[in-house]
């Protein structure tokens, strides 16, 4: 693409969140991402070495208003039972003046914590969870 139309770009305005096929209507952000890890490969007559993949980690966040306890509770829930919290994420960007929607699926989420209480005087409380998956799929992409 070699130029674009401003009003093209996408605002997060119009992104949404499902966590275990359940909207999330005060969401605030979501990110999720993948990180490379590389292992050096020697090569002879070269003083430079090669790379190969040897590793994905994903990760990812979200960040919400804090309107009720579902999420904390879910969380609570399955590790004082002794299970692993793991849940599937589903996050759609979409903007009316956008070239289409975008929309990833997270597989076997896990929480790095359950939050049970946080919150200060004279201002509105949000909630960030930080969490690894295992797989992921576009759903919907972008082609321009």
């Not at 359940?22 to 007559?45: L, N």
């Not at 004082?80 to 929607?101: M, Y």
């Not at 597989?107 to 992921?136: P, R």
């Amino acid at each position: 693409m070699q130029k674009f139309v401003s009003n093209q770009v996408i605002n997060g305005t119009w992104g949404e969140v499902w966590l275990d096929d359940e909207y999330i209507g005060e969401v605030v952000s979501c990110k999720g991402e993948v990180t490379v890890s590389y292992t050096d490969v020697s090569m002879v007559r070269s003083l430079t070495a090669g790379k190969k993949m040897t590793k994905l980690e994903g990760k990812g966040s979200i960040k919400l208003h804090h309107v009720r306890s579902n999420i904390s509770k879910m969380i609570s829930d399955r590790v004082k039972r002794g299970q692993t919290p793991d849940f599937k994420i589903i996050t759609k960007l979409s903007d009316p003046d956008a070239l289409g929607v975008e929309r990833v699926v997270f597989y076997h989420c896990k929480f790095d914590k359950a939050i049970l209480m946080d919150w200060e005087v004279q201002k509105n409380t949000e909630e960030s969870y930080s969490f690894t998956f295992e797989d992921w799929d576009y759903l919907d992409n972008i082609d321009a």
